[in-house]
């Protein structure tokens, strides 16, 4: 009886995980300057990587994401985007 149930676990499982991609063409295209970082994150995700830092009147953040060949890089500055460049 496990090794009926097994495999219908792991197709599942497979499935539930599979739908929680967040980090997608459609989710990238609804990102929009001025957003915060909260709501980027409610559609993409966590980022794979951030930097923060202050440079003169820069006081920003960076997210990267990569998932195999989709790449993307956002700059927040005081919370709010203001540039998205991605190859999705």
Do not use: H, W
Request: proline letters at 5%; hydrophobic letters at 35%.
């Amino acid at each position: 009886m496990t090794t009926r149930i097994a495999p219908l676990f792991l197709i599942c499982l497979s499935l539930l995980f599979s739908s929680c991609e967040k980090f997608t063409p459609e989710n990238f295209a609804k990102v929009q300057t001025n957003q915060t970082e909260e709501e980027v994150r409610k559609l993409l995700g966590p980022p794979t990587s951030m930097s923060s830092g202050s440079f003169l009147v820069f006081n920003g953040t960076i997210y990267k994401y990569e998932k195999g060949n989709k790449k993307a890089t956002l700059v927040f500055n005081d919370g709010k985007l203001v540039f998205k460049q991605g190859e999705l």
